[in-house]
């Protein structure tokens, strides 16, 4: 087999990167992490002409090869690296029809890296509507490229990029603008300095802080010496070298293309004026949050009912099935459960990453950046915390990834502080299971839905606390930076069906199968330490409850659920429940609502599975979650467990607690220190058991 | 009428002069805003700030702290 071809897919922000590479490689693509950094890697496989496979990598958008972010590091640092596997045969940049003087800096500056580089203009399908005509074969010839016009929307154009890709050899690599001519001089020592490297990679390396695996220490020191130059100075060139490159692209677009203006101004101001209007801007922000909660609320229900009453039938069938035996119970009471906690919530996090991707792909979030960067800077935040803060409410990590391009130090550590005070889908099932058991389903003003009020009303409490923590912070933390601010503006585009759609299977599935895989260790030890006990109450539960009964204390037809809760409360985790009783008995619970909770801290999702393992242990009938948790009796006041004052103190508990190993874990890698980490869980948990406790006192 | 950039009005246009190269970003200099280039002010968002521009045809947002460091002339009406 012939070596694989390693083509690079660059280019700015919202030119349709994504929906490029999600035509060539369709579903044949794997997302992962560049090692040691969040940065997200996609790359896949693509058949070409003739047989040849190539392996395309998505990389990280990025304005220009000045990096300005972790994400845009890794774009240059693998440009720079001959060495890496993931080095590109050829790279392909990809541009936007309607920005191409923009994009076109890019790709200049890759072709001055002597890569073969090949240029996919995208949205070809919008050039007839904006009446926009190129000259594309004056355009190859200036550029000393090959083009392909391509549209992901229609599907048009990729047997040529294919085509292109396959026969990439026949591309010069004569780059098209020389910068060395912003410093004549300083080039002409470099040169001297370095006969055997390339200027222009010698520049970058000079003017980035990011790590170049290649150059040997010798090189490294005397490169020193030519940073000395200082980093004002560096940026006058910086800025020249950007002149220089626009000079060019504007001769070269001057021959080749024509933009018909009136043509252009259209949807995009007439959406503007309604969606950036300082009254309607904010009521449509508002209408669609509300909609995407009574979404993910009432609209999912059907299919979360569904699920719940098929993991119960699924115990049902293997206890009645397979030989009867530990190992039997252990998939019936440990595993089947366990895993039903995890699958059940499938529905809301799809229709969550649904809306999130929706609003991303259509260019409304950059709106809602502009709209909201004045208050939210009132509280220490930027307009960009925003979109961390909304995809907050999937999940805290890539929010946390997400608070990159936030330009200034402080606003973005305020942001990652207060960011996992936003209601994760993972808090999602514990609040859903006690709101459909404490709060009445009952409509209020004949249309809202009394039990997703109440759940909006806890995502309110969430985004509250985020900004007035943040708000806390900024007159707490002394940090001096400066506030650059930039964010494009991009045109609104209809959603492709396809990016949404893989956007959403992808998010859904890590979640699932990241939290099923911590979800079935934590059932499995669960299992094992409710089903074994250290002395001789747990062996002798069966005998004692006989004797009890005989002694005439409760019916015959109660003997078996003695049994099993004398069995739990000998067993192990009886003990540790017990042991932990003190601390959460002022908040309302019982032992086992402890166990639950110690066991979120790995991640809150696992609060639903244990229970309903702890409960499934506890009793010998196949039941839902949610009947089982109704059952429940609070041993020292009587009556239900889960009552009005419990659940809402436990609803408060999970809205303010750090119950995230893994949000921890990011948040060290993002601010390089546990300092951060460490306040974050000691605060935030704090803060929740003092909220929880008074709210339960006050109610009951 | 040279001018800076943060008062321009809704709808005006203008031609960029220069800028106060440490005030301002290299990735705003990257996507058009040169000397020489057009801007226009195409929105400005609720309580005055950030101003959406369309420089050079790239639509961005900045804040008006950053505008005030780039002088500009401005176009007489059309």
């Known amino acids: 087999m012939s070596k694989q071809l390693n083509v690079a897919l660059i280019g700015n922000p919202n030119t349709g990167k994504t929906s490029v590479f999600n035509q060539l490689t369709g579903l044949k693509q794997q997302v992962g992490n560049y090692p040691g950094i969040t940065v997200e890697k996609k790359e896949g496989v693509c058949k070409l002409p003739r047989g040849v496979k190539a392996h395309i990598l998505d990389l990280p958008g990025?304005?220009?090869?000045?990096?300005?972010?972790?994400?845009?590091?890794?774009?240059?640092?693998?440009?720079?690296?001959?060495?890496?596997?993931?080095?590109?045969?050829?790279?392909?940049?990809?541009?936007?029809?309607?920005?191409?003087?923009?994009?076109?800096?890019?790709?200049?500056?890759?072709?001055?890296?002597?890569?073969?580089?090949?240029?996919?203009?995208?949205?070809?399908?919008?050039?007839?509507?904006?009446?926009?005509?190129?000259?594309?074969?004056?355009?190859?010839?200036?550029?000393?490229?090959?083009?392909?016009?391509?549209?992901?929307?229609?599907?048009?154009?990729?047997?040529?990029?294919?085509?292109?890709?396959?026969?990439?050899?026949?591309?010069?690599?004569?780059?098209?603008?020389?910068?060395?001519?912003?410093?004549?001089?300083?080039?002409?020592?470099?040169?001297?300095?370095?006969?055997?490297?390339?200027?222009?990679?010698?520049?970058?390396?000079?003017?980035?802080?990011v790590n170049f695996g290649k150059l040997d220490r010798n090189e490294m020191q005397s490169i020193s010496t030519f940073k000395t130059e200082s980093k004002s100075n560096l940026k006058r060139l910086q800025q020249k070298e950007t002149i220089v490159r626009y000079q060019f692209i504007n001769g070269v677009l001057k021959e080749t293309l024509s933009i018909d203006h009136l043509a252009a101004k259209d949807l995009r101001s007439r959406l503007d004026r309604i969606l950036t209007h300082k009254v309607w801007g904010y009521v449509i922000f508002f209408a669609i949050l509300l909609l995407i909660f009574q979404a993910i609320y009432d609209w999912s229900s059907y299919p979360m009912d569904l699920i719940d009453e098929s993991f119960a039938a699924m115990g049902e069938w293997v206890r009645n099935t397979m030989p009867p035996g530990a190992f039997t119970n252990l998939i019936a009471e440990g595993i089947i459960p366990g895993l039903g906690g995890i699958v059940i919530f499938i529905p809301q996090i799809a229709f969550l990453f649904l809306f999130i991707s929706l609003l991303e792909e259509s260019g409304y979030m950059s709106r809602v950046v502009f709209l909201m960067d004045r208050i939210m800077r009132r509280f220490g935040l930027s307009g960009k915390s925003v979109v961390p803060l909304v995809s907050g409410t999937a999940c805290a990590i890539p929010a946390i990834m997400a608070t990159r391009n936030i330009e200034n130090w402080k606003e973005r550590l305020i942001t990652i502080l207060v960011t996992p005070f936003t209601t994760c889908s993972a808090r999602l099932p514990v609040y859903l299971i006690i709101i459909s058991l404490v709060i009445p389903d009952e409509r209020v003003l004949y249309i809202f839905n009394l039990q997703s009020l109440v759940l909006m009303l806890l995502y309110l409490i969430g985004f509250g606390t985020a900004v007035l923590s943040a708000w806390i912070l900024d007159r707490i933390l002394k940090i001096k930076s400066r506030s650059f601010f930039v964010i494009e503006m991009p045109n609104y585009k209809l959603p492709l069906f396809k990016n949404v759609a893989y956007n959403v299977i992808e998010k859904t599935k890590s979640f699932v199968v990241g939290a099923g895989k911590i979800i079935l260790a934590i059932s499995i030890v669960l299992w094992v330490l409710a089903s074994n006990g250290p002395g001789d109450q747990f062996d002798n539960a069966e005998e004692n409850s006989i004797a009890r009964m005989e002694a005439g204390e409760f019916?015959?037809?109660?003997?078996?659920?003695?049994?099993?809760?004398?069995?739990?409360?000998?067993?192990?985790?009886?003990?540790?429940?017990?042991?932990?009783?003190?601390?959460?008995?002022?908040?309302?619970?019982?032992?086992?609502?402890?166990i639950a909770i110690v066991s979120s801290f790995a991640a809150r999702e696992v609060f639903v599975g244990t229970l309903a393992t702890i409960y499934s242990v506890g009793s010998e009938e196949e039941e839902t979650i949610k009947n089982r948790m109704a059952g429940e009796v609070n041993p020292i006041l009587g009556g239900p467990l889960f009552n009005l004052a419990s659940g809402i103190s436990l609803l408060l508990f999970y809205a303010f607690a750090m119950q995230c190993m893994s949000t921890l874990a990011i948040v060290k890698r993002e601010t390089n220190t546990w300092k951060w980490p460490i306040l974050q869980l000691v605060v935030m948990s704090g803060f929740a058991y003092v909220v929880a406790l008074v709210a339960y006192q006050l109610i009951i | 009428m040279t001018t800076s950039l943060n008062l321009l009005k809704r709808g005006e246009k203008a031609i960029i002069v220069s800028f106060e190269l440490d005030n301002v970003p290299l990735k705003l200099l990257e996507m058009g805003c040169l000397p020489g280039n057009e801007v226009e002010l195409v929105q400005i968002a609720p309580f005055k700030d950030p101003m959406y521009l369309n420089i050079n045809g790239s639509h961005l947002a900045i804040r008006r702290e950053t505008a005030s460091f780039i002088t500009v002339e401005k176009l007489s009406h059309e």
């Open chain 1, 555 to 594: 019916p015959e037809s109660e003997l078996d659920k003695h049994i099993a809760s004398q069995k739990l409360e000998y067993s192990y985790i009886g003990y540790m429940g017990k042991a932990i009783e003190p601390v959460v008995q002022p908040l309302g619970y019982d032992w086992k609502i402890g």
């Open chain 1, 62 to 209: 990025t304005y220009s090869l000045n990096a300005s972010s972790l994400d845009e590091n890794v774009v240059i640092e693998l440009l720079l690296n001959k060495n890496d596997k993931d080095y590109p045969d050829v790279a392909v940049v990809v541009a936007d029809v309607e920005n191409l003087k923009r994009n076109l800096l890019l790709f200049t500056q890759i072709k001055d890296l002597n890569i073969p580089t090949i240029l996919a203009i995208n949205m070809a399908d919008r050039m007839d509507r904006k009446a926009i005509s190129l000259d594309i074969e004056k355009l190859e010839e200036r550029l000393n490229t090959k083009i392909a016009l391509v549209s992901s929307r229609k599907n048009t154009g990729f047997d040529k990029l294919k085509e292109l890709i396959a026969n990439y050899k026949n591309i010069t690599t004569e780059p098209c603008v020389n910068a060395s001519v912003i410093a004549p001089e300083y080039f002409e020592r470099l040169r001297n300095a370095f006969p055997k490297q390339d200027l222009y990679k010698l520049w970058l390396v000079i003017t980035q802080d």
